[in-house]
């Protein structure tokens, strides 16, 4: 476990890293990703990543300051009703 800290919010999150191998190519390199802890409410999600985009290549680092965040139970959306022409005015 780690904790991911921005200046509005700071997260206990699992830091996962994932090797990705290239054997033609003899080179390897190793991603992080910090996973917030399973809930009774919401699915884990991603909350910062450090991912390279290839071999001898850039890393991209990311703070998903708003992440999308899934609800387990299944939820209805509801939209706001819009003016319409069969509506009386």
């Not at 800290?5 to 830091?15: L, M, Y």
């Not at 884990?44 to 708003?66: A, H, R, W």
């Not at 387990?72 to 069969?86: C, F, M």
Request: charged fraction near 20%.
């Amino acid at each position: 476990m780690d904790t991911v800290i921005t200046e509005r919010w700071q997260q206990n999150a699992e830091q996962i890293a994932e090797t990705v191998t290239f054997n033609d190519l003899d080179a390897h390199f190793t991603n992080l990703f910090w996973l917030t802890p399973d809930a009774p409410t919401v699915r884990p999600f991603v909350v910062k990543s450090i991912q390279y985009l290839g071999p001898n290549m850039d890393k991209v680092e990311m703070l998903m300051v708003k992440p999308f965040i899934e609800p387990l139970n299944n939820t209805t959306v509801i939209t706001p009703q819009t003016d319409n022409e069969d509506s009386p005015s």
